[in-house]
């Protein structure tokens, strides 16, 4: 089955055409339409506790403690629980996502700068301690936050950041940089080598070449990265909790908590922030989506 | 695993050949951040956990003394344990082999091309970039006796005579549990596997049809040992981030008595929220991080996801 | 050696650190520190209701207004996450300098605690009522200024009460059996009974108390007592005969009460600010407040108490702390803060205050017959922590094992 490189070239264009028409040329109607319906119940299924939570953040407060509960609030979508909660006593809201925001992108920046050239490394290159290297990155992430509280506390007391944005960024980004370097060691290992060494005889330096062949290669793997660095400091609880103690510098996972009071809890603002929480990620993933189906082939066409 | 490696990669050429052997000053340059960042904030912590465990640390926070392994003693007597790591091995297993076959198969759809396909993408996305905390609140509170929205919907549609308190007991809110960790780990799972699919050689695709391999030999020959690296990594990923997962059990099973349905993480809060023993619950968290050492060390060694050759 | 190891990974750190502000991005937002004789004091308190943190941030306004060089640094957890950053805290060296709270003997038997009079002047401390105050000492000294306190009573649905043919509010665990059986037999819970993590030591206190039982004192706690063995027995019964809500043992306190407000339970142990809850939620609930049934009919019931408590931590502080509990405990300062907060007033001048209120009279009426959680025994904490994990097992467990177990965490604690 290993393919010859006049094969090859012969192939491609064909494979290209399939992708881009799913029209009647391309794939008959009724199986068409079968995806698009597996589609839509995918969808739904996922969106359904979401939908849940969407219509409980348009609930008044006794419509959503209500014994049997009602599909739909009665007495109308309480659309005025988006603008209240940017104002609400518990906590400084907009502060709040804005510490948020700053702590996400700049952890997933540095854990790109960080883990990106390490992972190339590893992928192409031996050095001694190699395989010590990668078990030792992954070893981090089974030391998840939350039983390293106390200890993270106390360090970050020492170096005097303790209560900053630049804390939780370093914290955010360690912690998620095993996932990174792992998943794009996958992908660069997984690029042909005889690619560098093309690269190489034309005169191109390791960096240039990391960063001009194998990066455009490797886009699907830097996207999922991307995802997985920003979506778990975004929902970060542990170390934020005891490490940001002023209110405004607290990102939105421990600010949901101010609303759960001894006795009652504003339940439509806990889950309209929570549907507020998902938008920036799902920004974030339209922005970058067309990467995902780049990758290599975009690559191996040029 | 080991029938995802058929010798078709094998003779593709890739990852360094020995004359790509550098000293360790060479790698300096580019691993070193990644050291600096380890060490700088990672072993502190650690070290200090595992300090902790070593310590008797008074009710109020304070450190009196140092007991040597006086506190693993205590754990290893406890008669609770046993029952705390089988759950936490039923609650790994199931969640991330449903979860990988799941995502094998979405993976696998959403690869396809069909109008709208993009904003079912989005759709997937949903649940990891949401909070595993609210995900989890909304399903509990979906599943309660008497605010429920899920419980009563399971009543209408004639599943039910009437509610039934699901994380009330053992066996049910076990079980609501898995769901949503499958739930939350599929979109993850999902993503790394379809980014996986992109490395898919197109050639080899064809090659396969052109010798007559229908779809599923197709996908089992060679679309699946493609995904080997990628699948690697997010079952690695996945066994580590489910075992150490703690809002998903604490919120289903968190109001059920006694200790019959905790996870090795729901009982080291327990101990640390209830008892209030910071230095038991190092100890067992020095045991929980000994064990995924130990499960990651095995993987490591018979899936090795790091082999490139 | 220990030493030289953290000077090490500061070092590391440090250069790690840099790295990352020499990319052009320093931290932000961090919080101004006292300068030039000006005092900070931090202070961590839990939120009561979604008026907690405007309450206390008047307060602290109108404080510093008054207080030249006096800074209130103001951090508001939620009950939840209140002790475990206060644990983290302590283990740091960061106590806070005041600190509002439940337990506080385990900090004071370490010596980590200022004892009340060094906090507060003696006409403030003189206007605490006494019953509160006997449970603010350790080992003979105060630490604790009891800061508000509620008790239970037994709420009733009327109208339910009326369907099943129940003329009167129980007195006794007997007429209680027998009204929850009534209600139960027309298809709605008689009696609700919250044995879950959220609040299972406060049900099982006033199902003691009135067996003349109870937790213990300062020197002893007592759970596997005779009378506390057969109120828990008698719990059982109601749980076995059904004359309660479903799974009573995972069934937690707030979203009970709240299904009782919708009118789906008959009776249930609830506090004084379940009557605003109502009026907020179901207001056309018809229901009565009476007093807590008993084994006897001899008036019981459990009362509950939080204090603040201020930590050692720089002597030059002690001042400022002592001039903010004089700013607080006012009557002009307190008695809006606890009314608005819908809770009882500790203070002798609060309670004359505060003795017009309908809302809180019945519940004033109950507190010379409550009983307090042993907060003066450093047992407590484990105690309490025992009684929410393992009380729900009575459910499928004898009365009698249940109780040793918890008498067995709190033993292992003290």
Redesign the interface.
């Not at chain 3, 043992?249 to 937690?252: E, H, I, K, L, N």
């Not at chain 3, 929410?388 to 097992?393: A, E, I, N």
């Given at each position: 089955m290993s393919v010859s490189a006049p094969a090859k070239a012969a192939i491609q264009p064909v494979r290209q055409n399939r992708v881009r028409k799913y029209g009647p040329d391309g794939i008959s109607g009724r199986r068409l339409g079968l995806r698009i319906a597996v589609g839509v119940i995918i969808a739904l299924v996922f969106l359904t506790p979401y939908l849940i939570m969407l219509v409980g953040s348009l609930k008044t407060r006794p419509e959503i403690l209500r014994v049997p509960p009602r599909y739909f609030p009665q007495d109308g979508l309480q659309w005025g629980n988006y603008a209240s909660m940017w104002s609400t006593p518990e906590t400084p809201l907009p502060f709040n996502l804005i510490s948020t925001l700053i702590i996400s992108i700049f952890a997933t920046l540095l854990v790109l700068l960080v883990a990106t050239p390490a992972a190339y490394y590893t992928a192409r290159f031996r050095f001694p301690g190699k395989i010590a290297f990668l078990f030792l990155v992954i070893v981090t992430q089974m030391l998840q936050p939350a039983v390293l509280t106390a200890g993270l506390f106390r360090q970050m007391l020492v170096l005097d950041i303790n209560d900053t944005w630049l804390a939780m960024i370093l914290i955010n980004a360690a912690f998620n940089l095993s996932f990174a370097l792992w998943i794009m060691h996958s992908f660069f290992a997984g690029i042909p080598k005889e690619i560098d060494e093309a690269a190489q005889l034309d005169g191109a330096g390791r960096l240039k070449v990391l960063f001009t062949v194998n990066l455009p290669l490797v886009w699907p793997g830097i996207v999922t990265a991307i995802i997985f660095t920003f979506v778990s400091s975004w929902n970060e609880f542990a170390a934020s909790l005891v490490i940001m103690s002023t209110a405004e510098n607290q990102p939105l996972s421990v600010a949901l908590t101010k609303f759960i009071g001894q006795y009652a809890t504003s339940w439509q603002y806990v889950f309209g922030i929570s549907i507020v929480a998902i938008i920036p990620v799902i920004i974030l993933f339209a922005l970058i989506e067309k990467r995902l189906i780049g990758g290599l082939t975009a690559g191996a066409v040029k | 695993m080991s029938t995802l490696t058929p010798p078709v990669i094998r003779e593709r050429k890739r990852g360094g050949g020995p004359q790509n052997r550098d000293s360790l000053w060479a790698a300096l340059p580019w691993v070193g951040p990644v050291l600096l960042l380890i060490f700088g904030v990672v072993l502190f912590p650690a070290a200090y956990m595992i300090y902790s465990s070593t310590r008797r640390i008074s009710q109020a926070g304070t450190n009196v003394e140092g007991v040597g392994f006086e506190n693993f003693a205590t754990v290893f007597a406890d008669p609770n344990l046993p029952r705390v790591l089988l759950n936490t091995f039923v609650w790994v297993i199931v969640v991330v082999s449903v979860t990988v076959v799941l995502s094998l198969l979405l993976a696998n759809f959403l690869n396809k091309p069909f109008p709208g396909r993009t904003l079912v993408r989005m759709a997937v996305i949903v649940p990891w970039a949401a909070s595993v905390v609210m995900t989890t609140t909304v399903f509990y509170y979906g599943l309660d006796r008497d605010y429920g929205i899920m419980n009563s919907f399971l009543v209408d549609i004639g599943l039910l005579d009437s509610t039934y308190g699901f994380t009330k007991n053992v066996a049910t809110a076990l079980g609501a549990a898995i769901v949503v960790g499958i739930f939350v780990s599929i979109p993850f799972t999902t993503y790394t596997l379809l980014a996986g699919l992109q490395a898919v050689p197109s050639d080899a695709l064809e090659a396969a049809k052109m010798d007559g391999a229908g779809p599923v030999r197709t996908y089992f020959s060679v679309v699946l040992p493609q995904l080997r690296g990628a699948l690697a990594v997010a079952v690695l990923i996945n066994v580590i981030n489910v075992f150490n997962n703690l809002p998903i059990l604490r919120i289903m099973t968190g109001s059920i008595p006694g200790y019959s349905a905790d996870t090795l993480m729901t009982y080291i809060f327990k101990v640390l929220q209830f008892d209030r023993r910071l230095d038991i619950a190092s100890a067992l968290s020095v045991v929980n991080f000994a064990v995924v050492i130990l499960i990651v060390a095995v993987y490591v060694k018979v899936v090795k996801p790091m082999k490139e050759t | 050696m220990k030493s030289r190891?953290?000077k090490g990974?500061?070092a590391?750190?440090?250069?790690?650190?840099l790295?990352?502000?020499s990319c052009g991005?320093?931290?932000?937002?961090?919080?101004a520190e006292g300068e030039g004789g000006d005092t900070t004091i931090d202070m961590l308190v839990?939120?009561?209701?979604?008026?907690?943190?405007?309450l206390w941030e008047g307060v602290v306004e109108e404080f510093e207004a008054a207080n030249d060089g006096v800074t209130v640094n103001l951090?508001?957890?939620?009950?939840?996450?209140l002790?475990?950053?206060?644990?983290?805290?302590?283990?740091?060296g960061?106590a806070p300098d005041i600190y509002n709270g439940g337990a506080f003997s385990?900090?004071a038997?370490?010596g980590?605690l200022y004892p009340a009079e060094d906090i507060a002047s003696e006409d403030i401390i003189g206007d605490f009522q006494e019953s509160f105050v006997e449970n603010e000492s350790f080992e003979g000294t105060q630490y604790g200024l009891p800061l508000l306190a509620s008790a239970r009573a037994l709420f009733y649905n009327k109208d339910l009460m009326e369907e099943a043919g129940v003329a009167e509010p129980p007195k006794t665990w007997d007429e209680l059996y027998d009204a929850a059986k009534k209600i139960t037999d027309t298809g709605t819970p008689g009696y609700g009974m919250p044995?879950?993590?959220?609040e299972?030591q406060g049900e099982s206190l006033i199902w003691f108390a009135g067996n003349g039982g109870g937790f213990g004192d300062e020197s002893e706690i007592t759970v596997n007592t005779p009378e506390n063995v057969e109120a828990a027995e008698f719990m059982k019964k109601m749980i076995t005969d059904g004359v309660t809500q479903?799974?009573p043992?995972?069934?937690?306190r707030?979203?009970m009460?709240?299904?009782f407000?919708?009118g789906?339970i008959g009776m249930v142990y609830a506090?004084p600010?379940?009557v605003g809850?109502i009026d907020?939620?179901?207001p056309d609930l018809n229901y009565g407040v009476a007093n807590v049934p008993t084994n006897t009919g001899e008036p019981a019931t459990l009362g509950v108490a939080d204090r603040l408590m201020a930590f050692k931590n720089d002597d030059d502080k002690q001042e400022a702390i002592t001039q903010f509990m004089d700013f607080f405990f006012e009557t002009g300062t307190y008695v809006p803060w606890v009314e608005a907060e819908g809770f009882l007033p500790t203070t002798k001048s609060g309670a004359e205050e505060m003795a017009s209120n309908e809302v809180l009279k019945p519940f004033l009426e109950m507190l010379p017959d409550a009983q307090f959680y042993p907060t003066s025994n450093?047992a407590w904490?484990?105690t309490?922590?025992?009684f929410?994990?393992?009380?729900?097992?009575l459910?499928d467990q004898d009365a009698k094992t249940v109780l040793n177990q918890i008498q067995a965490?709190a033993d292992a604690?003290g």
């Open positions: - | - | 190891l953290r990974l500061v590391a750190v440090a250069a790690g650190t790295m990352v502000t991005f320093g931290g932000g937002g961090s919080e839990p939120s009561y209701s979604d008026n907690t943190k405007a951090q508001i957890e939620s009950w939840e996450n002790e475990s950053v206060l644990q983290t805290k302590i283990q740091s960061e385990a900090f038997a370490e980590l044995l879950g993590s959220e299972a479903p799974d043992g995972a069934t937690q707030t979203p009460i709240n299904v407000a919708q789906k506090l600010q379940t809850q907020k939620e179901n450093p904490n484990a309490d922590g025992a929410k994990s393992l009380m729900g097992q459910e965490k604690a």
